[in-house]
């Protein structure tokens, strides 16, 4: 069996991820499309202290974009005749965007979640039959609709946080079921609309056999990563362990992926025959907490010796790095993590905190113009380090 050594492994793992490649001055719609494409989802997460995360892995890989090109292509409204609307939402990872042409390979996924959430005679959707049946039929009669724009008695937030009106839930659950999909966002705020009015008819009637989907998904992450581990593959898409490894052999026995061994994982691990092997990667970048590089925290350790936590939930007494510490990729190594937010009153991108991992360099000066990049591509004027890290004195000196 072929040996991989950590180091190609890990720079394996980077090259399938869009980084170590020369990039284009002014990054356009193309270089958005293809790297989502190579990525093969971005995901959602609401927090905007510093940037929403799904702008976050496209910046790190191909520098400072116009995020309206993003918008456009992500957030526009969409009907089944806007061929162009070549994007849509759903629980991929977790939530995620994903092309529109990949939403029947979670088709399985969809009736899953139905007979999980209806099988339960005291859940949700047992007791609320009504209320889906009247959201059916309000969007079939008046077409895609943002919760908030939907009138109904129960249409009123309960509780703190998150907490959902009806509407907003039966919408959910109808989305998770694959009835509803997504027709857009306005100011961040999903609108739904019943799938055969959003998705184009092929993609509504696609129906790919459960272990044909999943073989597929399988594929599709295995190239994403470059290398990985069957609890690698399983979880970019979030498939079940056993699936994950039935559809490995098969793809084994095809010659699409093939057996390697790599010292310290200890566990068997899989290459895509298509993964490039570089002699170098050359990066700097800050990556998302939700960037496929370091999501999987356990193949963060393993593949970069970086234990990962995001603090966000963690009381601010107990924080340790803080609230939304970004990943600083150097080159081929994680070698630092950064607490940025994005200050919009006072034009100020603030480095909360900066911190360098134990025995590994960390070069201030190739931070600073990252820094500054940042800042402008968030249109804040000024950089301000706080004293807050053995790595910001550093960073702060770097920026001067």
Same mark, same amino acid.
Do not use: C
């Given at each position: 069996?072929?040996?991989?050594?950590?180091?190609?492994?890990?720079?394996?793992?980077?090259?399938?991820?869009?980084?170590?490649?020369?990039?284009?001055?002014?990054?356009?719609?193309?270089?958005?499309?293809?790297?989502?494409?190579?990525?093969?989802?971005?995901?959602?997460?609401?927090?905007?202290?510093?940037?929403?995360?799904?702008?976050?892995?496209?910046?790190?890989?191909?520098?400072?974009?116009?995020?309206?090109?993003?918008?456009?292509?992500?957030?526009?409204?969409?009907?089944?005749?806007?061929?162009?609307?070549?994007?849509?939402?759903?629980?991929?990872?977790?939530?995620?965007?994903?092309?529109?042409?990949?939403?029947?390979?979670?088709?399985?996924?969809?009736?899953?979640?139905?007979?999980?959430?209806?099988?339960?005679?005291?859940?949700?959707?047992?007791?609320?039959?009504?209320?889906?049946?009247?959201?059916?039929?309000?969007?079939?009669?008046?077409?895609?609709?943002?919760?908030?724009?939907?009138?109904?008695?129960?249409?009123?937030?309960?509780?703190?946080?998150?907490?959902?009106?009806?509407?907003?839930?039966?919408?959910?659950?109808?989305?998770?079921?694959?009835?509803?999909?997504?027709?857009?966002?306005?100011?961040?705020?999903?609108?739904?609309?019943?799938?055969?009015?959003?998705?184009?008819?092929?993609?509504?009637?696609?129906?790919?056999?459960?272990?044909?989907?999943?073989?597929?998904?399988?594929?599709?992450?295995? =190239?994403?990563? /470059?290398?990985? &581990? #069957?609890?690698?593959?399983? $979880?970019?898409?979030?498939?079940?362990?056993? @699936?994950? !490894?039935?559809?490995?052999?098969?793809?084994?026995?095809?010659?699409?992926?093939?057996?390697?061994?790599?010292?310290?994982?200890?566990?068997?691990?899989?290459?895509?025959?298509?993964?490039?092997?570089?002699?170098?990667?050359?990066?700097?970048?800050?990556?998302?907490?939700?960037?496929?590089?370091?999501?999987?925290?356990?193949?963060?350790?393993?593949?970069?010796?970086?234990?990962?936590?995001?603090?966000?939930?963690?009381?601010?007494?107990? =924080?340790?790095? /803080?609230?939304? &510490? #970004?990943?600083?990729?150097? $080159?081929?190594?994680?070698?630092?993590?950064? @607490?940025? !937010?994005?200050?919009?009153?006072?034009?100020?991108?603030?480095?909360?905190?900066?911190?360098?991992?134990?025995?590994?360099?960390?070069?201030?000066?190739?931070?600073?113009?990252?820094?500054?990049?940042?800042?402008?591509?968030?249109?804040?004027?000024?950089?301000?380090?706080?004293?807050?890290?053995?790595?910001?004195?550093?960073?702060?000196?770097?920026?001067?």
């Amino acid at each position: 069996m072929t040996q991989v050594s950590p180091v190609a492994a890990r720079r394996i793992a980077l090259a399938a991820q869009g980084f170590g490649r020369a990039r284009t001055v002014t990054p356009g719609t193309r270089q958005l499309n293809l790297m989502i494409e190579q990525l093969g989802l971005l995901q959602i997460d609401s927090v905007n202290v510093f940037e929403r995360s799904h702008y976050l892995p496209l910046f790190a890989r191909l520098g400072a974009y116009d995020r309206s090109k993003l918008d456009a292509l992500l957030f526009t409204r969409r009907s089944k005749h806007a061929e162009s609307s070549k994007y849509t939402e759903f629980w991929a990872h977790e939530a995620a965007f994903i092309p529109v042409e990949d939403w029947p390979l979670f088709r399985w996924r969809m009736e899953a979640n139905r007979a999980r959430y209806s099988s339960k005679p005291d859940g949700w959707v047992a007791n609320h039959g009504a209320m889906l049946d009247w959201l059916r039929t309000e969007l079939a009669t008046t077409g895609p609709l943002a919760a908030s724009e939907i009138e109904h008695e129960s249409n009123e937030r309960k509780g703190p946080w998150w907490g959902w009106s009806d509407v907003k839930t039966g919408l959910e659950f109808l989305f998770m079921f694959g009835e509803v999909a997504t027709a857009g966002r306005t100011r961040f705020e999903r609108s739904y609309g019943l799938a055969e009015q959003i998705l184009p008819q092929r993609v509504v009637e696609a129906n790919i056999p459960r272990a044909d989907a999943i073989r597929e998904l399988v594929r599709r992450s295995s =190239r994403a990563l /470059g290398i990985g &581990t #069957l609890s690698d593959i399983a $979880d970019y898409y979030r498939l079940r362990t056993d @699936d994950t !490894k039935a559809a490995i052999r098969d793809l084994v026995d095809n010659g699409e992926l093939l057996p390697v061994t790599v010292p310290g994982w200890n566990r068997p691990a899989f290459l895509h025959p298509d993964a490039r092997i570089p002699r170098r990667i050359e990066a700097t970048a800050l990556l998302s907490p939700f960037d496929p590089v370091v999501w999987e925290r356990d193949r963060a350790l393993r593949v970069f010796g970086f234990h990962y936590r995001i603090e966000i939930y963690t009381p601010a007494a107990q =924080r340790v790095y /803080g609230y939304y &510490t #970004l990943p600083l990729l150097i $080159d081929d190594a994680i070698v630092g993590r950064i @607490d940025l !937010k994005s200050d919009r009153q006072n034009g100020v991108l603030r480095v909360q905190s900066a911190w360098r991992e134990a025995d590994v360099a960390a070069d201030a000066s190739r931070v600073a113009p990252l820094q500054r990049q940042i800042a402008a591509w968030q249109g804040l004027d000024d950089v301000v380090v706080a004293d807050r890290g053995d790595f910001a004195t550093d960073v702060r000196a770097a920026l001067r």
